[in-house]
């Protein structure tokens, strides 16, 4: 198995998941991901808050090998193809934006991403990686898969085992995949701290 550490680096200790998650684009396509891991890690997105409870998110899950794996590869920019090819899962994102009286569901696109960030949090935990994507055809996607039109297709992620750099295929991917993590320093995020 391949290991690359990109751990955070933080003002405070924070959960080891959080410190440890980072989003590859090398994935080792000949490793599957047991059904039971892709169960947990969609139950923790099941098991997210919401607005109301209103749960507006849904998902389309395919495994490589399958046709709807080789259509949700086509509905990626071709950047993002190069490289989501090779994950073991993918699965396509949506918010419900409008209730089923009409009503538009505010919150539906923060809720879909809350509960896709306890999908990956989940996985992580599992030894899985996770690699989400909003470089989507989403016009595309909608036809392949005969999307309702209270759905809105927000992202893919990418699911799977990890992968070396060294199989990536361009200069750019591999240098990506391994330079230092970066973010924001806290005090410009925070604009009242308690
Ligand atoms: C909503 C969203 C859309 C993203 N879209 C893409 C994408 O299209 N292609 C890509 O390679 N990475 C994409 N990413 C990954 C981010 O670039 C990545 O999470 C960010 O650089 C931080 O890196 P880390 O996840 O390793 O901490 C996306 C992430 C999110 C949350």
Redesign the pocket.
């Known amino acids: 198995m391949t290991t690359i550490s990109?751990t955070?680096v933080t003002s405070a200790p924070i959960h080891e998941v959080l410190a440890e998650?980072?989003?590859?684009?090398s994935f080792d396509s000949s490793v599957e991901v047991p059904s039971e891991k892709i169960t947990a890690a969609l139950e923790a997105a099941r098991w997210s808050a919401s607005a109301s409870n209103t749960q507006p998110w849904r998902f389309l899950v395919a495994r490589r090998g399958t046709a709807e794996h080789a259509t949700i590869v086509e509905n990626?920019?071709g950047?993002?193809q190069a490289?989501a090819v090779s994950a073991h899962v993918l699965i396509v994102n949506l918010a419900a934006v409008t209730a089923e009286d009409g009503t538009p569901l505010r919150w539906a696109q923060y809720d879909l991403?809350q509960a896709?960030a306890n999908l990956t949090v989940q996985a992580h935990h599992d030894g899985l990686h996770v690699?989400?994507?909003?470089?989507?055809e989403v016009d595309g996607l909608r036809t392949a898969f005969s999307i309702d039109p209270a759905l809105e297709p927000?992202?893919v992620t990418a699911l799977g085992v990890l992968g070396t750099p060294e199989a990536l295929a361009s200069d750019v991917l591999r240098e990506r995949e391994v330079a230092p993590?970066s973010r924001r320093p806290l005090d410009e995020l925070v604009l009242l701290s308690a």
């Not at 998650?21 to 684009?25: A, D, G, Q, Y």
């Not at 690699?131 to 989507?136: D, E, L, N, T, W």
């Open positions: 990109r955070a998650r980072w989003s590859p684009r990626l920019m950047f993002n490289w991403g896709v690699h989400q994507m909003g470089g989507i927000m992202s993590r």
